[in-house]
């Protein structure tokens, strides 16, 4: 079973920066395709990125330019550094693992999830 723990979430101004962080549990970080997804209230949780397991990194058109996913194998943890953020970008942020085989290919769902972050930007 693959557990997620999510940090770094906040409130900051408009034009701040974040990073938050997904602890996973070991052997996850690499064989899985890791993503952070994000819902705001009364919308869809949708994909902000994705990166699969050999590397390869996708990004909503929203944040492109804006965001960075990577991941410390050793570390056994996934990154999202948010830069230049706007109030749209305010939402509850989720990190998410899913096998190889499906990688996210249904743009909303996963596997396994953690309990989310909150991300605040006025």
């Known amino acids: 079973h693959v557990q997620l723990v999510e940090s770094g979430g906040g409130s900051v101004q408009a034009g701040g920066s974040l990073r938050l962080s997904c602890a996973a549990s070991k052997n996850t970080i690499g064989p899985y395709c890791m993503g952070w997804f994000r819902q705001a209230p009364g919308k869809e949780r949708e994909a902000v990125a994705t990166i699969n397991d050999a590397g390869r990194t996708t990004y909503a058109d929203s944040v492109k330019g804006r965001f960075t996913i990577s991941e410390d194998n050793a570390k056994n943890t996934l990154y999202l550094q948010a830069n230049t953020l706007k109030p749209e970008d305010t939402a509850m942020y989720y990190c998410?693992?899913?096998?190889?085989?499906?990688?996210?290919?249904?743009?909303?769902?996963?596997?396994?999830w953690g309990q989310g972050t909150q991300v605040t930007v006025s």
């Open positions: 998410a693992a899913d096998p190889p085989v499906r990688c996210f290919s249904s743009g909303r769902t996963a596997r396994y």
